[in-house]
C-alpha cells in the first residue's frame, strides 16, 4: 500500500514539475529578449507571449504547453497503466503547475510567497488529448471560432475545458468512455475560473481587451 501510494505521489508531482516548465517565458525571452511577466497580463500563456513576442513566439508557446498536458499519458501510462483517474489527476496537477509555477515563485514586499504562470487553457487542453486524442478535432476549431468571433482570449481558454466538459459527457452517455474523464473537465473548468478571476470580472464591467476579428474591425473603424 506504501509504495502504491508513494507512486500515486510521484506522478502528480512529476506532473506538477512538468506543468510547471515557463515554456511562455522562456520563448518570449529567446525570441525578444523580454520578460514576459513584465507584458500586459504578466501571464505566461500563449496570448501574453503573442502580445510580448509576436505569432510565431505565441504558437511555439501554444505548442509547449499543449505538450505538458500530453505528456502526463506517457508518464500515467509508464507508472500506473489503465489508470483513469490516475490520468485525470495528473492533467489536473499539470494544469495547476502551468498556472503556479514553482520555477515563477517570488516573494512579495511583506515577504509572502506567491505563485505565477498561465491560465491553463492551453494545459488543459493537453490533459484532454491525454485522456481522448481525438478531442483536439473539437476543441481546436471550436476553440478557434470563439477567439475569432467572440473576440476575447480569456473566453476562449474558458471554452477550452468546458468543450471537453461536453465531449467527455456525450462519449460517456453512449458509453465510449467512463464517466470519470467528465470529472476532469469540471475540475479543469473550476481551476481555469479560479485564474481567471479579473478577466471575468473585467468582462462584467466591459472592460476586457477585445482580440481577434472584433479587434481587427474595432481598429479598421477608427
Not at 523580454?34 to 513576442?53: C, E, F, L, Q
Not at 474523464?181 to 481587451?209: C, D, F, H, K, S
Request: glycine share 10%; net charge positive.
Amino acid at each position: 500500500m506504501l509504495i502504491i501510494i508513494l507512486n500515486a505521489l510521484a506522478v502528480l508531482a512529476t506532473s506538477f514539475l512538468i506543468g510547471s516548465i515557463p515554456s511562455g517565458l522562456i520563448v518570449v525571452k529567446i525570441a525578444s529578449g523580454k520578460d514576459v511577466r513584465t507584458v500586459a497580463s504578466g501571464r505566461t500563456g500563449t496570448t501574453n507571449a503573442m502580445r510580448a513576442a509576436g505569432f510565431l513566439a505565441g504558437l511555439v508557446t501554444l505548442i509547449l504547453d499543449v505538450s505538458k498536458g500530453v505528456a502526463t499519458l506517457w508518464l500515467v501510462q509508464w507508472i500506473y497503466p489503465g489508470s483513469a483517474w490516475m490520468q485525470v489527476f495528473a492533467a489536473i496537477a499539470a494544469i495547476l503547475g502551468h498556472n503556479y509555477s514553482i520555477f515563477l515563485a517570488h516573494r512579495d514586499e511583506k515577504g509572502r510567497l506567491h505563485f505565477s504562470g498561465g491560465a491553463g487553457g492551453a494545459t488543459c487542453f493537453g490533459g484532454a488529448i491525454a485522456l481522448y486524442p481525438h478531442i483536439f478535432l473539437f476543441i481546436l476549431p471550436l476553440g478557434v471560432i470563439v477567439f475569432l468571433f467572440i473576440g476575447y482570449a480569456s473566453v476562449t481558454t474558458l471554452s477550452v475545458p468546458l468543450i471537453a466538459t461536453v465531449v467527455f459527457i456525450y462519449r460517456a452517455i453512449s458509453g465510449e468512455a467512463s464517466w470519470i474523464y467528465v470529472v476532469y473537465g469540471i475540475l479543469a473548468e473550476l481551476v481555469v475560473i479560479w485564474a481567471l478571476r479579473p478577466n471575468i470580472q473585467r468582462l462584467r464591467m466591459g472592460t476586457e481587451r477585445i482580440v481577434g476579428l472584433r479587434a481587427y474591425l474595432k481598429s479598421k473603424m477608427k
